[in-house]
């Protein structure tokens, strides 16, 4: 007989892993990020609500979750099981709402905190319809958790129905399957119009996959075709490799009407026998826990692969958007400093202006329209690096995760910010030319804000402002001139590189924010690789 794992080294290592698992982030929109959320999920619940209480608690009451499609009779199930009515069967969709878990009152400790399931609030108030549940709760939204005890019900045992799997709300359908996550008894319970559906056949594969304890009901099952329904129910099971699953049958009665009472107690006897048994015989209980257990255990050898994947799938992506974010700026900025080379900001009104001074241009407007037309450069610059950057990452399905559509590069604060810039830049420039100003040994100096202009011409204006450094040289001499020109050329290039790393980086800004990381891979890989070793 199997046996259960409860090393404290074991259970540390499952820990590990889960904090690795829950770790593990699937953000951008490709094929296999909904799924490997949806795997990560499913993993966390197993292990938050079942396998790490479980191991830590052997001995606690054995949990059979109650789960299936809409009307399947899950409630009127649970209610004729326990022999009284604990859970809301009604003629509403979804039928269950909130779920209930039923056990002996001395087992009520086992599940009043937070050992299993600890992300539902739990509640004792007897069962209220919809609209006092909703005034007593105040927030529809919160995931309760009603906890009602029996005496009928034998210790050891607990049943919980769970919400419809396939219901039209969400929250119901991620709930039902967090609860089924924390059976040690999966109870899959279909009807006779319904078996062949592709909803239980969903969960009956995963309860295969998992190994772990399954059993299913065939539910309002006619009289006139029990037969035939339970021999093709039978084949369907077999076909799908489950044919040694304990399966049961209850017939349509006028008590499996909605709301209309309890089976009788024959119709749900061979289940609660078998129900019973496995709790009150050691090596059947035993058997139960250690096949769940051990099947969720074994899992893990194809699931955290899986993650891992996905998670190097999502880094490579990530890798893939900031490269084609980096190439295009690195090609704008050494275009810029080509443009900046050749001249191009002396141009048009900047052009005019320094063909006008000194007689008809003052220093200042000629530094205004050389700023000017340095920030136009600048932005056209950004501009065509972010029209490069949205052309490739439209290839690319990373590229749709909302956080990226909602970036803060729209061209008015792309301009304000580079203009901000440009007249930092023109500040720290007339700075240097009072410098080199006030070094000169002559009784008077060169107007520094003058100075300043035929600088930045010098600097910018390219083969157009060849006169620029001979005006600079008759004012502040040769070495003064050279000293200052190449001051003020790194000067230039700093703010220039600022600028386009600025922008870069408020481009990368919601993909960095994504936190998409090349750690969870392998460290999901190594969490399984000491799981491994210490099993």
């Known amino acids: ?11 540390d290592t499952l820990s590990a892993l889960r904090d690795r698992v829950a770790a593990a982030r699937f953000p951008l929109p490709l094929a296999g990020a909904p799924r490997a959320r949806a795997n990560r999920d499913e993993l966390l619940a197993q292990l938050d609500d079942y ?51 039923v056990c002996h009152p001395e087992d009520h400790h086992w599940f009043s905190d937070l050992r299993v399931l600890p992300g539902l609030t739990r509640v004792w108030a007897p069962r209220q319809d919809p609209v006092d549940d909703f005034l007593s709760h105040g927030d529809p939204t919160e995931r309760v958790l009603r906890v009602e005890s029996v005496e009928s019900l034998p210790r050891g045992l607990a049943l919980l129905d769970a919400p419809d799997v396939d219901s039209l709300i969400a929250e119901n359908r991620a709930l039902a399957a967090e ?74 009665l006028p008590e499996s009407a909605w709301g209309a009472g309890l089976l009788p107690a024959t119709a749900v006897a061979a289940l609660r026998g078998w129900l019973v048994q496995h ?60 443009r900046l080379g050749a001249g191009a900001v002396l141009a048009g009104d900047a052009l ?72 930092r830049w023109r500040r720290e420039l007339e700075e240097y030319a009072e410098e080199e100003t006030r070094e000169l040994d002559r009784t008077v100096s060169p107007d ?26 008759g004012r502040l001499g040769a070495h003064g001139a050279l000293r200052l020109r190449d001051r003020a050329g790194r000067l230039l290039m700093e703010h220039v590189d600022r600028v386009m790393h600025t922008e870069r980086e408020r481009r990368l800004a919601p993909l960095d924010a994504l936190d998409v990381r090349p750690d969870p891979q392998a460290e999901l890989i190594a969490a399984l690789s000491v799981l491994q070793k210490e099993r």
């Not at 007989?1 to 090393?7: P, Q, S």
């Not at 930045?456 to 204006?461: I, N, S, V, Y």
């Open 279 to 338: 709790v009150q015989d050691p090596a059947a209980r035993q058997q139960v826990v250690a096949r769940t257990a051990h099947g969720v255990l074994d899992s893990l050898r194809s699931r955290m692969p899986e993650l891992a994947g996905a998670a190097a799938a999502q880094y490579a992506a990530a890798l893939r958007l900031t490269s084609t974010v980096e190439a295009a700026y690195d090609a704008e900025r050494a275009r810029v400093r080509g």
């Open 179 to 252: 609860l089924v996550c924390a059976a040690d008894i999966w109870v899959m319970v279909t009807t006779a119009a319904r078996y062949a559906d592709a909803v239980p056949w969903h969960l009956l594969r995963t309860a295969k996959e998992y190994d772990v304890t399954l059993v299913t009901v065939l539910d309002r099952v006619p009289h006139q075709v029990v037969s035939e329904v339970s021999r093709q129910y039978g084949a369907l099971l077999t076909k799908a490799g489950l044919g040694d699953v304990p399966r049961f049958t209850v017939p349509e």
């Open 352 to 423: 005019k202006r320094w063909r006008a001074f000194p007689l008809d241009c003052t220093a200042g407007e000629l530094l205004d329209a050389l700023v000017e037309s340095l920030a136009a450069l600048l932005l056209c610059s950004v501009t065509a690096a972010d029209e490069r950057v949205d052309e490739a990452w439209r290839a690319e399905p990373a590229a749709g995760a909302p956080a990226l559509a909602h970036r803060d590069a729209s061209l008015e604060s792309a301009e304000h910010r580079i203009g901000i810039a440009v007249r």
């Open 51 to 101: 396998l790490l209480p479980r191991l830590r608690h052997p001995e606690a009451p054995l949990l059979a979750v109650i789960g299936g499609s809409t009307g399947a009779g899950k409630s009127t199930l649970v209610n004729s099981l326990v022999g009284r009515r604990v859970s809301e069967a009604g003629v509403l969709r979804p039928t269950t709402r909130t779920p209930v878990l």
């Open 1 to 11: 007989m199997v046996t259960l794992d409860v090393r404290p080294q074991l259970l």
């Open 448 to 473: 520094a804000e003058v100075v300043a202009a035929v600088v930045a011409t010098a600097l910018l204006g390219g083969k157009r402002a060849r006169n620029a450094g001979e005006g600079l040289a």
